[in-house]
């Protein structure tokens, strides 16, 4: 699976590195490294949203405080 994290400006501004940081430590902590391919980009968009987060097709509003809710509902439960 592919999650994709914007880091453009706004999103940066919201917590982008924090988000990024925190799944690949959940993927790491999992040991899911051959199964989640995690990137960056830079706009995706969606600057009114939160740090825009893409699962495959799906778009995701994701902030650090919700990261790691994040990877146990989409990335977890899927891997």
Same mark, same amino acid.
């Given at each position: 699976m592919k999650v994709t994290v914007c880091i453009g400006s706004s999103c940066h501004l919201k917590g982008s590195r924090q #988000? !990024? $940081?925190q799944l690949k430590k959940l993927v790491d902590e999992h040991k899911l490294e051959d199964r989640v391919e995690l990137t960056g980009t830079f706009?995706?968009?969606k600057c009114q949203q939160g740090v825009c #987060?893409? *699962? &495959? &097709? !799906?778009?995701?509003?994701v902030t650090p405080d919700t990261a790691a809710a994040f990877f146990? $509902?989409?990335? *977890?439960?899927k891997a």
């Amino acid at each position: 699976m592919k999650v994709t994290v914007c880091i453009g400006s706004s999103c940066h501004l919201k917590g982008s590195r924090q #988000v !990024a $940081e925190q799944l690949k430590k959940l993927v790491d902590e999992h040991k899911l490294e051959d199964r989640v391919e995690l990137t960056g980009t830079f706009c995706m968009g969606k600057c009114q949203q939160g740090v825009c #987060v893409t *699962l &495959d &097709d !799906a778009s995701y509003s994701v902030t650090p405080d919700t990261a790691a809710a994040f990877f146990q $509902e989409h990335i *977890l439960h899927k891997a």
